[in-house]
């Protein structure tokens, strides 16, 4: 099965985030492979939750869009073995983006045990502090999945310690604030991933606030990669169970501008 690093392998990197279930989880299931078909080296598959503290509007909106269909996490994995599975089985790398909540609620040693045998290979948790890693860490590896550690511009004082101990890939995070696209991003990230690389040399990908070809050309033009959620979200929003072709070009798009950097 394929892991994080393989997204990386081809050069720059470019990875949509999904909420799982917005617009029922067989569109969702549809969109990813869309999305990988379209060139998207990883997929992020948002975990629905009642109170993601991280996410702007677009995307809690898509939480309670999807959380309105009773959308559960056992879904989200029968999902993900369709998905890794049969003659047109996807084999990029996915991770899960979530929160520390349904986590515990479901259980973390059945979760991770899941995560193992449907083929994730990461898992994002945003409200988890890098000083409490630890209670997820040890048990995730137990099963192969690597728990990818998030450095934002307030994080100057703390990258040493979070980049040495990073895995998969770091998630650096553009602007202050939640998700959500922005006109400019004004976050000098050229000078945060030139930190980071003093400490670690696993790939480092940008996200929060980029939207369109040119931002994800300027982010991976000092990165590793850029990562696009509130944008691909919104397409899903404003077309519904009909976004096939706009998800396809928008992605077939944002690849072409990562790429060529």
Request: net charge negative.
């Amino acid at each position: 099965m394929s892991k994080i690093k393989d997204a990386f392998k081809k050069g720059k990197a470019f990875i949509p985030f999904i909420s799982a279930g917005d617009h029922g989880i067989e569109t969702t299931e549809r969109y990813i492979r869309i999305m990988v078909a379209a060139g998207a080296d990883m997929v992020e598959i948002g975990i629905p939750f009642s109170d993601p503290t991280a996410e702007g509007p677009v995307i809690q909106e898509a939480s309670t869009r999807a959380l309105s269909t009773g959308v559960k996490i056992n879904d989200i994995f029968d999902m993900v073995r369709r998905l890794r599975s049969g003659a047109d089985a996807v084999t990029a790398p996915l991770v899960f983006m979530t929160y520390l909540n349904p986590i515990y609620v479901f259980g973390r040693e059945a979760f991770f045990k899941l995560c193992e045998e449907t083929g994730i290979a990461g898992i994002i948790v945003p409200d988890m502090p890098y000083e409490e890693k630890g209670e997820l860490a040890g048990i995730a590896h137990k099963y192969g999945v690597e728990v990818v550690s998030l450095i934002a511009p307030t994080s100057e004082n703390r990258i040493e310690m979070i980049a040495k101990d990073a895995e998969g890939f770091v998630y650096c995070v553009s602007s202050l604030g939640v998700t959500g696209m922005r006109s400019e991003i004004k976050t000098d990230i050229k000078s945060i991933v030139e930190s980071i690389r003093k400490y670690t040399d696993i790939p480092i990908a940008v996200g929060f606030g980029i939207s369109t070809p040119e931002q994800a050309a300027a982010m991976a033009s000092v990165s590793d990669g850029a990562i696009v959620g509130s944008a691909i979200v919104k397409i899903i929003k404003d077309y519904g169970e009909s976004a096939d072709e706009a998800l396809f070009e928008y992605v077939k798009k944002m690849k072409v501008a990562v790429s060529e950097q």
